[in-house]
C-alpha cells in the first residue's frame, strides 16, 4: 500500500474555476503536508505547507487537512491558465524529516 | 531551479553500463537528496546525505549508490543500469533537513537504459 494516494487526472477546467485537487494517506503519524507544483520538464516547487488540521489561505491558493480523515485538499480560486501544471502532494512524519512521501501527482490544464 | 544543477540533463545508455549522475549546488545546503520520478509513482526517494561522507538509504535504493565528498556535490551511480531504472531523476536540497518541510529541486535528469 503506498503511503499516500493520488488521483492523477487529468482535470481540465475553465479558467476563472475553482479547483480541487486532493490526496488520501495510509499512516496518523504523519505530520506535516505539503503541496509542489511542477511545470512540464521541470523541478518541484513548493507551493504550500501545513501541519495542522483546518485551512491554511495564502492568495488564490488553500491549503485543507482533515487528520481524522486522512484527507488533504489543495483549492485554486480564479484559476488562471498560468496554473496549468502538475501538483504534488507530499507528506512526511515527525520521526524522520527526511523521508518525504509523494503523491502521484494530478496534472491540471487551464483552458483560457 | 536556482542554485541547483544536475548533469547531465539527458542520457541514453545501455544496459549493463555504469552510470554517474551529478548534482552541484551553490546554496552550501548541508542536506542533499536524490529522487526518482515514474508515471503512477511521483517522486520516490532514493538516497540522501545530511553532511560531508554522510547519507542514508531511502523507499528506493536498490541499484544505487552515492557519494558526497564535498557540500556542494552529490553524486548518484548506477553500478550496472537496467531499464527499470530509464527514469527522470531529481537531486533536492534542504538548509535544515530533518526540521523542515522545505526542500529546493534541481531542473531534472532524463535517463533512458536501452
Known amino acids: 500500500q503506498k503511503e499516500v494516494e493520488q488521483d492523477p487526472g487529468p482535470l481540465s477546467v475553465p479558467e476563472g474555476a475553482i479547483v480541487s485537487l486532493n490526496c488520501t494517506y495510509s499512516n496518523s503519524a504523519f505530520q506535516y503536508f505539503m503541496w509542489y507544483r511542477q511545470y512540464s520538464r521541470k523541478g518541484p516547487e513548493l507551493l504550500m505547507y501545513t501541519y495542522s488540521s483546518g485551512n491554511k489561505e495564502d492568495g488564490r491558493f488553500t491549503a485543507q487537512v482533515d487528520k481524522s480523515s486522512k484527507y488533504i485538499s489543495l483549492f485554486i480560486r480564479d484559476s488562471q491558465p498560468s496554473d496549468s501544471a502538475t501538483y504534488l502532494c507530499a507528506i512526511v512524519g515527525r520521526d524522520n524529516f527526511n523521508k518525504f512521501y509523494f503523491g502521484s501527482g494530478t496534472k491540471l490544464n487551464v483552458k483560457p | 531551479d536556482a542554485g541547483i544543477t544536475q548533469s547531465p540533463r539527458h542520457k541514453v545508455t545501455e544496459t549493463g553500463t555504469p552510470v554517474t549522475l551529478r548534482c552541484h549546488q551553490t546554496?552550501?545546503?548541508?542536506?542533499m537528496y536524490w529522487y526518482r520520478q515514474d508515471p503512477g509513482h511521483g517522486l520516490r526517494l532514493i538516497h540522501y546525505s545530511y553532511g560531508v561522507k554522510d547519507t542514508d538509504k531511502g523507499e528506493v535504493s536498490d541499484g544505487y549508490s552515492v557519494s558526497r565528498s564535498k557540500t556542494e556535490d552529490f553524486l548518484l551511480t548506477l553500478e550496472s543500469a537496467t531499464s527499470s531504472q530509464t527514469s527522470v531523476y531529481f537531486c533536492?536540497?534542504?538548509?535544515?533537513?530533518?526540521?523542515?518541510?522545505?526542500?529546493?529541486f534541481g531542473p531534472g535528469t532524463r535517463l533512458t537504459v536501452t
Open positions: 533536492a536540497i534542504s538548509a535544515q533537513g530533518g526540521q523542515t518541510y522545505e526542500q529546493y
Open positions: 546554496e552550501n545546503h548541508r542536506y
